[in-house]
């Protein structure tokens, strides 16, 4: 099939890099023996060898002598033959010899993947060297919204519209709006507009939604229009079709983002503020709390008439609840100025003034005394807050003079050491531990652990901690059944190195001894799999 795109240059192809020029076929196991080699000339005290690794910034300006009693390991030398080539690290080297190394129908399905799962930059590449692929792949041509294309495809086969297959076995209205092409400016955005309207109009279901599922629900096509694709035009044809515009997962999501012009638009085509959440019917404003502190996605709901005081009853917890143990001062007053109950207690008797000391949240806390909010604390929830603020001196004094409260710690007093694991605090994890409380224990809602949180954030010292205090690798959460390595690289994929360090993370939990099988039917895994085979292949 792929044979016309392999004339596109394969054996002219030039890659400038900084020492070294890959050859037009690259081996990537010929580059490996080369690592071991010279990181076995290294070992050995090699001048020649030692100087190759100074191109990486921990030994750039370290003395030759310093040099030579580094402990070198095979990612070093893994990552100074990358950057030899041009790479910053070895995952990237080993991606792009697969792309230049694939063969027939693999830069298909390697290249939609791609498009699928966020990784816009392989997209690109790929269709750089493969500039034909919306010519010889249906599914190419949906991501890619080449309308063209389709059309002569579906007036030869109308039953395509609503027929599964692709890499991702999917119907075709799923791949137009799950593209991340439209965002990297890589997909022609009429093109994604005619398209859903010519699926729609052979019978595609508006309604249709993904077949994985996220946090227990099926996203609707909606919300992959608006938040993957993200095009309003897309959008606007679904709503128009029928879509529901209140389907539960849409706006919060937005909300939850404080993305504010799409939040505007959606509320112009019917959307409510006053939404249920579609996996619990928990109220917008309480449900976004509960993973997110966007300031200006709460302001939009209230300002659209969502309740600033709705009650999630299994639990009793109200918004400022949720605020209180997680938010911020300015969150917290808003809340309070729209009519929030400052003094509400959860099911559990918990007020917000007591949730926001036993989770360090002391900012909030404060305002919450200075309004008037404050109360007396029992002796083992005086202990949690001491802990959570990490002092250590104190807890150790708490528990010399009162040692039975090691007994009564509770449940819900674990929601302290998942906060402080996700915010890396590693003073409050050790104080909190010392309290008695299980690195192991999972929560009840999803069974995380603290590790999952450390992992998800990329905190590198906090995963250190909780390991060295005895933290298991192999405990698995209840929803995703997996281990906090697959956390590791599912943070490292959702925030595509803006924050936390995923892969020393990552690295951390394999010299631990993770495991690494991982299979996941829910939503699409292949890209976090690849992220831990990267992270395996460095460590070789």
Request: aromatic share 4%.
């Given at each position: 099939?792929?044979?016309?795109?392999?004339?596109?240059?394969?054996?002219?192809?030039?890659?400038?890099?900084?020492?070294?020029?890959?050859?037009?076929?690259?081996?990537?196991?010929?580059?490996?023996?080369?690592?071991?080699?010279?990181?076995?000339?290294?070992?050995?005290?090699?001048?020649?060898?030692?100087?190759?690794?100074?191109?990486?910034?921990?030994?750039?300006?370290?003395?030759?002598?310093?040099?030579?009693?580094?402990?070198?390991?095979?990612?070093?030398?893994?990552?100074?033959?990358?950057?030899?080539?041009?790479?910053?690290?070895?995952?990237?080297?080993?991606?792009?010899?697969?792309?230049?190394?694939?063969?027939?129908?693999?830069?298909?399905?390697?290249?939609?993947?791609?498009?699928?799962?966020?990784?816009?930059?392989?997209?690109?590449?790929?269709?750089?060297?493969?500039?034909?692929?919306?010519?010889?792949?249906?599914?190419?041509?949906?991501?890619?919204?080449?309308?063209?294309?389709?059309?002569?495809?579906?007036?030869?086969?109308?039953?395509?519209?609503?027929?599964?297959?692709?890499?991702?076995?999917?119907?075709?209205?799923?791949?137009?709006?799950?593209?991340?092409?439209?965002?990297?400016?890589?997909?022609?955005?009429?093109?994604?507009?005619?398209?859903?309207?010519?699926?729609?109009?052979?019978?595609?279901?508006?309604?249709?939604?993904?077949p994985w599922k996220h946090h227990g629900v099926h996203?609707?096509?909606?919300?992959?229009?608006?938040?993957?694709?993200?095009?309003?035009?897309?959008?606007?044809?679904?709503?128009?079709?029928?879509?529901?515009?209140?389907?539960?997962?849409?706006?919060?999501?937005?909300?939850?983002?404080?993305?504010?012009?799409?939040?505007?638009?959606?509320?112009?085509?019917?959307?409510?503020?006053?939404?249920?959440?579609?996996?619990?019917?928990?109220?917008?404003?309480?449900?976004?709390?509960?993973?997110?502190?966007?300031?200006?996605?709460?302001?939009?709901?209230?300002?659209?008439?969502?309740?600033?005081?709705?009650?999630?009853?299994?639990?009793?917890?109200?918004?400022?609840?949720?605020?209180?143990?997680?938010?911020?001062?300015?969150?917290?007053?808003?809340?309070?100025?729209?009519?929030?109950?400052?003094?509400?207690?959860?099911?559990?008797?918990?007020?917000?003034?007591?949730?926001?000391?036993?989770?360090?949240?002391?900012?909030?806390?404060?305002?919450?005394?200075?309004?008037?909010?404050?109360?007396?604390?029992?002796?083992?929830?005086?202990?949690?807050?001491?802990?959570?603020?990490?002092?250590?001196?104190?807890?150790?004094?708490?528990?010399?003079?009162?040692?039975?409260?090691?007994?009564?710690?509770?449940?819900?007093?674990?929601?302290?050491?998942?906060?402080?694991?996700?915010?890396?605090?590693?003073?409050?994890?050790?104080?909190?531990?010392?309290?008695?409380?299980?690195?192991?224990?999972?929560?009840e809602e999803i069974g995380k652990t603290a590790l999952?949180?450390?992992?998800?954030?990329?905190?590198?010292?906090?995963?250190?901690?909780?390991?060295?205090?005895?933290?298991?690798?192999?405990?698995?959460?209840?929803?995703?059944?997996?281990?906090?390595?697959?956390?590791?690289?599912?943070?490292?994929?959702?925030?595509?190195?803006?924050?936390?360090?995923?892969?020393?993370?990552?690295?951390?939990?394999?010299?631990?001894?993770?495991?690494?099988?991982?299979?996941?039917?829910?939503?699409?895994?292949?890209?976090?799999?690849?992220?831990?085979?990267?992270?395996?292949?460095?460590?070789?």
């Open positions: 099939m792929l044979a016309s795109l392999r004339t596109a240059g394969l054996c002219m192809e030039v890659v400038v890099m900084t020492h070294r020029i890959l050859p037009d076929r690259p081996d990537i196991d010929q580059l490996k023996r080369q690592a071991k080699e010279l990181k076995r000339l290294a070992t050995g005290g090699d001048p020649a060898a030692l100087e190759r690794f100074r191109i990486l910034p921990a030994f750039a300006h370290l003395p030759m002598d310093a040099l030579a009693g580094v402990s070198l390991a095979l990612h070093d030398a893994q990552s100074v033959m990358a950057r030899e080539h041009g790479f910053p690290s070895w995952k990237a080297l080993a991606e792009r010899i697969e792309e230049l190394t694939l063969q027939g129908d693999e830069a298909v399905v390697a290249f939609v993947e791609a498009a699928t799962d966020g990784r816009s930059g392989r997209a690109r590449r790929l269709l750089e060297r493969y500039p034909d692929l919306s010519r010889v792949s249906f599914h190419a041509a949906l991501v890619l919204g080449d309308a063209a294309r389709v059309e002569a495809l579906l007036a030869e086969n109308p039953r395509l519209a609503q027929e599964q297959g692709g890499p991702r076995d999917w119907r075709p209205l799923h791949y137009i709006c799950h593209t991340a092409l439209h965002a990297a400016g890589l997909a022609d955005p009429d093109g994604l507009v005619a398209i859903a309207r010519r699926l729609l109009a052979l019978g595609e279901d508006v309604q249709l939604r993904f996203r609707p096509v909606l919300w992959g229009a608006m938040l993957v694709t993200g095009s309003l035009p897309v959008a606007e044809v679904l709503l128009e079709a029928g879509a529901d515009p209140d389907d539960g997962v849409t706006l919060p999501i937005l909300a939850s983002a404080g993305d504010i012009a799409k939040l505007d638009f959606l509320h112009a085509h019917g959307a409510s503020a006053n939404q249920r959440w579609a996996t619990d019917g928990a109220a917008t404003l309480y449900a976004i709390l509960q993973w997110s502190n966007a300031i200006d996605g709460v302001r939009w709901l209230l300002d659209h008439g969502a309740d600033p005081d709705p009650v999630f009853e299994p639990n009793g917890e109200s918004p400022m609840h949720a605020a209180a143990t997680r938010g911020d001062v300015a969150l917290v007053e808003l809340l309070a100025a729209r009519g929030a109950d400052l003094s509400r207690r959860r099911a559990d008797g918990y007020s917000p003034y007591a949730l926001a000391a036993m989770n360090g949240n002391r900012a909030v806390a404060e305002w919450l005394a200075l309004h008037g909010a404050s109360e007396a604390l029992e002796l083992v929830d005086q202990l949690i807050a001491t802990a959570s603020r990490g002092d250590r001196v104190a807890v150790d004094a708490m528990l010399a003079g009162h040692p039975a409260l090691r007994t009564q710690i509770r449940p819900d007093h674990y929601a302290a050491l998942y906060r402080a694991a996700e915010q890396g605090d590693a003073d409050a994890i050790d104080a909190l531990l010392a309290c008695g409380l299980d690195p192991d224990r999972g929560d999952h949180c450390a992992a998800m954030s990329g905190q590198v010292e906090a995963a250190r901690l909780l390991l060295a205090r005895g933290a298991s690798t192999a405990v698995r959460d209840l929803e995703f059944h997996a281990q906090p390595l697959v956390w590791a690289a599912e943070g490292s994929r959702m925030s595509e190195g803006r924050c936390g360090d995923h892969e020393a993370v990552g690295r951390l939990l394999l010299d631990a001894g993770s495991p690494v099988e991982w299979r996941s039917d829910q939503e699409p895994s292949d890209a976090v799999l690849e992220i831990i085979d990267a992270w395996r292949r460095e460590r070789r």
